[in-house]
């Protein structure tokens, strides 16, 4: 049973445009969501996190939205960049266990 | 910031053998976990590595397959043991440090190291 989904395994956008990555979970339990980013032949990086209490988050260019009613979570970056081209997985905790990991969209930003 | 290293950062192994993957943190740290990703999917936690006692193990890992140590607050170290083409994965350790004020769900990984079994 996969909890955490993130139902766009890739995503392409255009260098300077709005990147949205969508994660959907079924456990309302949780209560803390984190994106992280990855780099081929490197580890998951932290970017970015949001307790359910709030419905968002922002840092730099990176903001996460909380729907709690829908059990969504998204993440906007703006404006993107080549460098974020990655691997972004989002995951959710309850009451600090362990971390449930979405299975990944691929993020390609072209010039 | 915090350095998190793993040795080997690559490996080709021979079904029926055994690797030991170390992972070496430069600051304390409360918690220290291991993950795979399997190939096209996403990360798994196989287990919580304690300190001076017996790992924590998810459903569907064992301590006979997954042996891990974890000697004191910096260092641990996974065994895949008796390995087969289907323990081909990433293996990623991550922890929680102790000095950030944060939640203990906040985790940061190591680079991961790439085990092809043949």
């Known amino acids: 049973d996969q909890q955490v989904k993130q139902n766009s395994p890739s995503l392409s956008v255009q260098e300077g445009r709005i990147s949205i990555l969508n994660c959907d979970y079924t456990n309302s339990m949780f209560d803390y969501f984190l994106w992280y980013k990855k780099y081929p032949a490197e580890g998951p990086t932290f970017l970015i996190s949001?307790?359910?209490?709030?419905d968002k988050n922002e840092d730099g260019r990176f903001t996460v939205f909380l729907n709690k009613s829908a059990k969504h979570l998204s993440l906007h970056i703006v404006p993107s960049q080549p460098g974020d081209s990655a691997v972004y997985f989002c995951?959710?905790?309850?009451?600090?266990?362990?971390?449930?990991f979405g299975t990944g969209t691929r993020l390609q930003v072209f010039p | 910031s915090a350095v998190i290293s793993q040795k080997p950062s690559r490996d080709i192994c021979q079904r029926g053998t055994s690797l030991t993957i170390q992972c070496q943190v430069d600051s304390q740290v409360t918690m220290m976990f291991w993950y795979r990703q399997q190939p096209g999917q996403s990360l798994t936690l196989i287990a919580t590595?304690?300190?001076?006692?017996?790992?924590?193990?998810e459903s569907g890992f064992v301590i006979d397959k997954f042996p891990i140590s974890r000697p004191n607050l910096t260092f641990s170290t996974l065994t895949v043991s008796n390995m087969s083409p289907e323990d081909s994965s990433i293996y990623l350790c991550?922890?929680?440090?102790?000095?950030?004020?944060?939640?203990?769900?906040?985790?940061?990984f190591g680079p991961g190291t790439r085990l092809t079994v043949t």
């Open positions: 995951a959710a905790s309850h009451n600090t266990d362990k971390l449930i």
């Open positions: 991550s922890v929680v440090f102790l000095w950030k004020d944060v939640r203990g769900d906040e985790q940061y």
């Open positions: 949001i307790s359910s209490i709030k």
């Open positions: 590595a304690n300190q001076g006692s017996e790992a924590t193990y």
